[in-house]
C-alpha cells in the first residue's frame, strides 16, 4: 500500500516535524498533537505542537530572513524561477497531496486532485506576474522625475483554516513570496498535513532557510502570537468572522498591515426563466461542495416565488441522491464534516432550524448504518418556509445545510440578498441578460456568477464585501496586498534649492 505520509518530516519517535528556520524542528517542549481523518475517526499523524517560544523563533527566522538574507535582494526572475521549480514539483507529487488532503480534511478525492491542480497553477501564475511591471513614473514639474514602485511588505503571519488546507496555504504563501516577503504560516491545527509536505517541497527547490516556516499550532497561541508581534509587518488570515475580530483586534499593536477573508452567507438567485435544470444543478453544487465547507458556498437560495414548489420537487429529489462517504471511495460525491465538534455545531443549526419553524424537506441528520456511526457524516439538508430574521437565513452555518427563501420580483430579490452582514459572493440565475447585470451591480459582494457558482481563476480577485473581509486574495490585488508603495523623487537639476537668503 502506498504510504501518502511518506513526505512528511519525523522525530525519530514519528511525531511530524515543524519547519522553522530551514529546520525541522520539534516542540520546544517536546508537546504534539493528534491528526485524525474525519471520514473514520482513525488517527491519521502526530504533529509537533508549537508553543510561543516556537513561534517566538520562528518570527526571529523570518525577521533574519527578510532582513538580513538574501531574498529581500533576489530579483523578480529568480524568485518566479524558484516558483515555477515548485509549481513543477507540485504536479510531480499531486497523487500525494490529493490523497492527504482527502485523508486529513475528508473531501472526495476529485476535489483535492482539482485543488492540487489550482495550487501548482496558482504558484505559476504569480512566478508570471513576478516579472511583469508593476510601478508608475509620471510627468511632474521639470526639474524633478518621479517614480513609483513596489517593495514587499516584510515578515508575513499566515493563519488558515481547514477547508482547503494545500489551495489556503498557497493562495497566501504564492503571491507574498512573488513579491519577495518572507512567509510564517499557521495551517489549522486539524489539517496540517499538505502544508507541511509543501514545506520540504520548497525547501527542496531551494528556499533560502527562513523564508518560508511553517508552525504547527494551535490558533489561541502561535496564531494569537503572529497577529500580536511587533516583528510582524502584516497578517494574512482566513477563517471564522468572530476568529478575524480578534485578529484584527491584536494586529493593532505595531498597526500591522491586515487582509481578512472570512465568512458567508451568499446568495443564489434563481429567476423562473433559468434555464430549470441548470439552476437546479448549480443549487446543488453551490451549497455540497466540500460539505458546504466553503466561505462562498451558495448557502441561501432565494427562488422566484412560481417557481418555489416545482424547484424544491427536484432539487429534493436530486440532493437525497447524493453519494455521502469516505473521500477516497471513487462514488462518493459528498465527504464528511471536518471534526465530531464541528458535525455538531451544524447539527445544532438543524435544531435551531425546527424550533424557528422552517421546514425540513430533506436531511437533517446523519446517514443510516455504519456509516452515520464512524465519521462525521451529514446527509444534505434544505430547509423552506423561512423568514429573513431566522437564525439559519443570517448565520454561517458552514455544512450541508442549504436554506431557501423566496421573492417576487427583482427588487425583493436584491434586498433579500443583501440581507446579512456578510457580502462575500452571489449568483444570479436568469435567461435576461439584462436582468443578471442590474441585479448582480446592486448586490454587495466581492464575488458574482451568472448562470454558474463556484469557479475561482488566480487571475481575478477573491474577497468580500461587508464582514465578509477586508483586502482580496489572487490576481495582482492579491500581488498588491503584499507590497508596500514607495515614490521616488529625483532632482534633475542638482543645484541649490535658493529659498534661504542667507
Ligand atoms: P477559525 O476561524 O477559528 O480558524 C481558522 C484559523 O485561525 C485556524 O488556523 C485557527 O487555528 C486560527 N485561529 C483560531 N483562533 C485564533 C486566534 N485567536 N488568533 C489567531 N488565529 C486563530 O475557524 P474554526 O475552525 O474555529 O471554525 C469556526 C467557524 O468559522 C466555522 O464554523 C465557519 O463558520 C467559519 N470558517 C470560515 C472559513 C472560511 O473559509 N471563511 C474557514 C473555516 C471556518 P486552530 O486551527 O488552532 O483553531
Same mark, same amino acid.
Given at each position: 500500500?502506498?504510504?501518502?505520509?511518506?513526505?512528511?518530516?519525523?522525530?525519530?519517535?514519528?511525531?511530524?516535524?515543524?519547519?522553522?528556520?530551514?529546520?525541522?524542528?520539534?516542540?520546544?517542549?517536546?508537546?504534539?498533537?493528534?491528526?485524525?481523518?474525519? @471520514?473514520?475517526?482513525?488517527?491519521?499523524?502526530?504533529?509537533?505542537?508549537?508553543?510561543?517560544?516556537?513561534?517566538?523563533?520562528?518570527?526571529?527566522?523570518?525577521?533574519?530572513?527578510?532582513?538580513?538574507?538574501?531574498?529581500?535582494?533576489?530579483?523578480?526572475?529568480?524568485?518566479?524561477?524558484?516558483?515555477?521549480?515548485?509549481?513543477?514539483?507540485?504536479?510531480?507529487?499531486?497523487?500525494?497531496?490529493?490523497?492527504?488532503?482527502?485523508?486529513?480534511?475528508?473531501?472526495?478525492?476529485?476535489?483535492?486532485?482539482?485543488?492540487?491542480?489550482?495550487?501548482?497553477?496558482?504558484?505559476?501564475?504569480?512566478?508570471?506576474?513576478?516579472?511583469?511591471?508593476?510601478?508608475?513614473?509620471?510627468?511632474?514639474?521639470?526639474?524633478?522625475?518621479?517614480?513609483?514602485?513596489?517593495?514587499?511588505?516584510?515578515?508575513?503571519?499566515?493563519?488558515?483554516?481547514?477547508?482547503?488546507?494545500?489551495?489556503?496555504?498557497?493562495?497566501?504563501? @504564492?503571491?507574498?513570496?512573488?513579491?519577495?516577503?518572507?512567509?510564517?504560516?499557521?495551517?489549522?491545527?486539524?489539517?496540517?498535513?499538505?502544508?507541511?509536505?509543501?514545506?520540504?517541497?520548497?525547501?527542496?527547490?531551494?528556499?533560502?532557510?527562513?523564508?518560508?516556516?511553517?508552525?504547527?499550532?494551535?490558533?489561541?497561541?502561535?496564531?494569537?502570537?503572529? @497577529?500580536?508581534?511587533?516583528?510582524?509587518?502584516?497578517?494574512?488570515?482566513?477563517?471564522?468572522?468572530?476568529?478575524?475580530?480578534?485578529?484584527?483586534?491584536?494586529?493593532?499593536?505595531?498597526?500591522?498591515?491586515?487582509?481578512?477573508?472570512?465568512?458567508?452567507?451568499?446568495?443564489?438567485?434563481?429567476?423562473?426563466?433559468?434555464?430549470?435544470?441548470? @439552476?437546479?444543478?448549480?443549487?446543488?453544487?453551490?451549497?455540497?461542495?466540500?460539505?458546504?465547507?466553503?466561505?462562498?458556498?451558495?448557502?441561501?437560495?432565494?427562488?422566484?416565488?412560481?417557481?418555489?414548489?416545482?424547484?424544491?420537487?427536484?432539487?429534493?429529489?436530486?440532493?437525497?441522491?447524493?453519494?455521502?462517504?469516505?473521500?477516497?471511495?471513487?462514488?462518493?460525491?459528498?465527504?464528511?464534516?471536518?471534526?465530531?465538534?464541528?458535525?455538531?455545531?451544524?447539527?445544532?443549526?438543524?435544531?435551531?432550524?425546527?424550533?424557528?419553524?422552517?421546514?425540513?424537506?430533506?436531511?437533517?441528520?446523519?446517514?443510516?448504518?455504519?456509516?452515520?456511526?464512524?465519521?462525521?457524516?451529514?446527509?444534505?439538508?434544505?430547509?423552506?418556509?423561512?423568514?429573513?430574521?431566522?437564525?439559519?437565513?443570517?448565520?454561517?452555518?458552514?455544512?450541508?445545510?442549504?436554506?431557501?427563501?423566496?421573492?417576487?420580483?427583482?427588487?425583493?430579490?436584491?434586498?433579500?440578498?443583501?440581507?446579512?452582514?456578510?457580502?462575500?459572493?452571489?449568483?444570479?440565475?436568469?435567461?435576461?441578460?439584462?436582468?443578471?447585470?442590474?441585479?448582480?451591480?446592486?448586490?454587495?459582494?466581492?464575488?458574482?456568477?451568472?448562470?454558474?457558482?463556484?469557479?475561482?481563476?488566480?487571475?481575478?480577485?477573491?474577497?468580500?464585501?461587508?464582514?465578509?473581509?477586508?483586502?482580496?486574495?489572487?490576481?495582482?490585488?492579491?500581488?498588491?496586498?503584499?507590497?508596500?508603495?514607495?515614490?521616488?523623487?529625483?532632482?534633475?537639476?542638482?543645484?541649490?534649492?535658493?529659498?534661504?537668503?542667507?
Amino acid at each position: 500500500m502506498v504510504d501518502w505520509l511518506e513526505g512528511l518530516r519525523r522525530a525519530e519517535d514519528g511525531t511530524a516535524l515543524m519547519y522553522i528556520a530551514g529546520e525541522w524542528t520539534k516542540a520546544s517542549d517536546n508537546g504534539s498533537r493528534t491528526v485524525y481523518n474525519p @471520514a473514520t475517526g482513525d488517527v491519521i499523524a502526530v504533529v509537533a505542537e508549537a508553543t510561543l517560544a516556537d513561534g517566538e523563533r520562528a518570527i526571529r527566522a523570518a525577521r533574519a530572513a527578510f532582513d538580513e538574507g538574501p531574498w529581500r535582494s533576489s530579483s523578480a526572475h529568480e524568485r518566479a524561477l524558484l516558483l515555477l521549480r515548485l509549481a513543477d514539483k507540485i504536479d510531480e507529487h499531486a497523487a500525494e497531496l490529493a490523497a492527504v488532503d482527502t485523508m486529513n480534511n475528508g473531501k472526495p478525492l476529485r476535489e483535492s486532485e482539482f485543488d492540487v491542480t489550482d495550487a501548482a497553477n496558482c504558484f505559476r501564475y504569480y512566478a508570471g506576474l513576478a516579472t511583469k511591471p508593476h510601478g508608475q513614473a509620471f510627468d511632474v514639474p521639470a526639474p524633478s522625475q518621479t517614480f513609483v514602485v513596489r517593495e514587499p511588505v516584510g515578515v508575513c503571519g499566515q493563519i488558515i483554516p481547514w477547508n482547503y488546507p494545500l489551495l489556503m496555504a498557497v493562495w497566501k504563501m @504564492a503571491p507574498a513570496l512573488a513579491a519577495g516577503n518572507v512567509c510564517i504560516l499557521k495551517p489549522s491545527e486539524v489539517t496540517p498535513l499538505s502544508a507541511l509536505i509543501l514545506a520540504s517541497l520548497m525547501e527542496e527547490v531551494g528556499f533560502p532557510p527562513g523564508v518560508v516556516n511553517v508552525l504547527t499550532g494551535a490558533g489561541p497561541v502561535v496564531g494569537h502570537l503572529l @497577529a500580536e508581534s511587533h516583528l510582524v509587518d502584516k497578517i494574512a488570515f482566513t477563517g471564522g468572522t468572530v476568529t478575524g475580530r480578534s485578529i484584527m483586534q491584536a494586529a493593532t499593536g505595531n498597526l500591522k498591515k491586515i487582509s481578512l477573508e472570512l465568512g458567508g452567507k451568499s446568495p443564489n438567485i434563481v429567476f423562473a426563466d433559468a434555464d430549470f435544470e441548470t @439552476a437546479v444543478d448549480y443549487a446543488l453544487y453551490a451549497i455540497y461542495v466540500n460539505a458546504g465547507q466553503v466561505c462562498s458556498a451558495g448557502s441561501r437560495l432565494l427562488i422566484e416565488r412560481s417557481l418555489h414548489d416545482r424547484f424544491m420537487e427536484r432539487l429534493v429529489e436530486r440532493a437525497t441522491r447524493i453519494q455521502v462517504g469516505d473521500g477516497f471511495d471513487p462514488n462518493t460525491e459528498m465527504g464528511p464534516l471536518i471534526t465530531p465538534a464541528h458535525m455538531e455545531k451544524v447539527e445544532r443549526y438543524i435544531a435551531t432550524g425546527l424550533a424557528e419553524g422552517a421546514r425540513l424537506l430533506c436531511g437533517g441528520k446523519r446517514p443510516e448504518g455504519a456509516l452515520g456511526q464512524r465519521g462525521n457524516y451529514l446527509l444534505p439538508t434544505i430547509f423552506t418556509d423561512t423568514t429573513p430574521d431566522m437564525r439559519i437565513v443570517q448565520e454561517e452555518i458552514f455544512g450541508p445545510v442549504l436554506v431557501v427563501q423566496t421573492f417576487s420580483d427583482e427588487d425583493e430579490a436584491i434586498r433579500l440578498a443583501n440581507d446579512t452582514i456578510y457580502g462575500l459572493a452571489a449568483a444570479v440565475f436568469t435567461s435576461d441578460v439584462a436582468k443578471a447585470h442590474r441585479v448582480v451591480k446592486q448586490v454587495r459582494a466581492g464575488i458574482t456568477w451568472i448562470n454558474t457558482y463556484h469557479p475561482t481563476y488566480n487571475e481575478a480577485p477573491w474577497g468580500g464585501y461587508k464582514q465578509s473581509g477586508i483586502g482580496r486574495e489572487l490576481g495582482t490585488f492579491g500581488f498588491e496586498e503584499y507590497t508596500e508603495v514607495k515614490q521616488i523623487n529625483v532632482n534633475l537639476a542638482v543645484e541649490q534649492t535658493g529659498w534661504y537668503r542667507h
